[in-house]
């Protein structure tokens, strides 16, 4: 057996205690860097508020005011830049879109994957319902589906939204080319989806 002396043994002892107190402190300072970028990133993305023309994000939202007005000539085009702009420059990645006409809220959807509704203006039985199963397969995200106020000959897609990828998908899947940016009808008002698809008399499935 290795004899040491009274010296040697204290040494030994306190090199363990210093070994200890070292990763007592590392694990300290790992536990407080953890929670001071929890709270920095949740006042960050809480609390961040950025202004561009008629659009907003505040709260992990995009707020978006229209007039009347401003549905003329290109503004929905320049609407559609602005919240992609928006977007681009977010910390969050889990962002909502609040759209108001005349502050009246007349869209609320999710920025990564717009809620969609189907709605059946050709008159055949089930339509909408087909539809949106044969969508929900192709990995959209289907809101909600019924029937349009009236039949109507063409098919369109309304978008609310700058999701180019998800209406191009949407526009090949269905085969419907008609597309119009940020059209909104009075039949349409508490449908608050990003994308409305009205399925008319040419529509094949």
Do not use: C
């Not at 229209?66 to 000539?73: V, Y």
């Not at 609407?79 to 992609?84: A, D, F, L």
């Not at 055949?124 to 009236?150: C, D, P, Q, R, W």
């Not at 039949?187 to 008319?200: C, M, T, Y």
């Amino acid at each position: 057996m290795k004899m040491i002396t009274v010296q040697q043994y204290r040494k030994k002892v306190q090199a363990k205690k210093r070994k200890l107190r070292n990763w007592v402190f590392i694990i300290i300072l790992f536990t407080l860097s953890v929670i001071f970028v929890n709270v920095f990133v949740n006042l960050f993305t809480s609390k961040t508020t950025i202004i561009m023309d008629n659009a907003t994000y505040k709260d992990n939202e995009i707020l978006v005011n229209l007039t009347e007005i401003d549905l003329n000539d290109k503004t929905p085009e320049i609407v559609i830049k602005r919240i992609e702009e928006l977007q681009k420059i977010t910390p969050s990645t889990n962002v909502k879109v609040k759209i108001f006409l005349d502050s009246k809220i007349i869209a609320h959807y999710s920025i990564n994957s717009p809620e969609i509704s189907i709605l059946n203006a050709k008159g055949e039985n089930n339509l909408a319902m087909e539809t949106s199963i044969k969508l929900i397969k192709h990995g959209f995200n289907i809101k909600n589906y019924g029937n349009y106020v009236s039949n109507t000959e063409k098919s369109i897609i309304l978008n609310r939204t700058s999701k180019h990828d998800t209406l191009k998908k949407l526009s090949e899947v269905l085969k419907i080319t008609n597309i119009s940016n940020f059209v909104f009808e009075e039949s349409l008002k508490d449908n608050l989806s990003g994308i409305i698809v009205i399925l008319g008399k040419d529509y094949k499935k």
